[in-house]
């Protein structure tokens, strides 16, 4: 059961900043437009606090706390369109974070499995799932080690900077399954693309620069 006391509004002034938002990703160079349609879908202000609602449609990261922050949108589309998801995917996200990642990984018809190392997190966000009824698996744990349990994946994003790529979370990918991870230092990381071509083989490219909080367990940085 949900504690969140306010109403979460999704007023005319929201809609019209998130279709701002949406033409800018365009002109950055987005080009799904199932990815963009969702991001036009799922109300990210919802996944602030309240107090900072009117913060949610810059296309910057927000700090929401423990140390972690809430993905600038275009990192979001730009790692939600080389996921590729399809209508009935699964898909694995390591970091829940504040949960938007997810949402718009579900609001694309995928069945998402996400994990939480912050238990204050990992209880406020799902919470907020619960209130917004969006059916999302959440677990608490190290996400470094993946979820074998309800795998093979179609999908797997890492939304936290890594420093090696961790074999259990490719392996975890059904064939043709596409692994998103930022690897790199702690200040900037290249976003990379695992593409799992036939078991044992898999294609790895890299697309561009990007800067996340790092990512912890027992496969990312120390603790």
């Known amino acids: 059961m949900s504690n969140i006391k306010y109403t979460l509004e999704d007023s005319f002034k929201?809609?019209?900043?998130?279709?701002r938002l949406v033409e800018a990703l365009r002109n950055k160079g987005i080009t799904d437009e199932n990815v963009l349609g969702a991001i036009s879908k799922v109300p990210r202000h919802f996944f602030f606090p309240k107090d900072f609602w009117d913060d949610a449609y810059?296309?910057?990261?927000f700090p929401i706390g423990s140390g972690q922050t809430i993905s600038q949108p275009y990192t979001v589309a730009f790692q939600t369109q080389l996921l590729n998801v399809q209508p009935g995917s699964t898909v694995l996200e390591i970091g829940t974070g504040s949960g938007y990642q997810a949402a718009v990984l579900a609001q694309l018809g995928a069945e998402v499995y996400t994990i939480e190392r912050v238990e204050d997190l990992f209880r406020t966000t799902s919470q907020l799932f619960a209130k917004l009824k969006l059916p999302i698996h959440c677990f608490l744990g190290d996400g470094t080690i993946g979820l074998a349990s309800k795998g093979p994946f179609d999908g797997i994003v890492v939304t936290a900077g890594g420093n090696s790529l961790a074999e259990q979370l490719k392996v975890q990918l059904r064939t043709g399954g596409r692994l998103v991870v930022p690897?790199?230092?702690?200040?900037?990381?290249?976003?990379?693309?695992?593409k799992k071509v036939v078991e044992n083989k898999y294609d790895r490219t890299e697309h561009?620069?990007?800067k996340f909080v790092p990512l912890l367990g027992k496969y990312g940085w120390e603790t």
């Open 183 to 194: 690897m790199g230092d702690r200040s900037i990381q290249k976003m990379v693309l695992i």
């Open 58 to 61: 810059e296309d910057k990261a």
């Open 208 to 210: 561009g620069e990007f």
């Open 14 to 19: 929201h809609r019209g900043r998130r279709k």
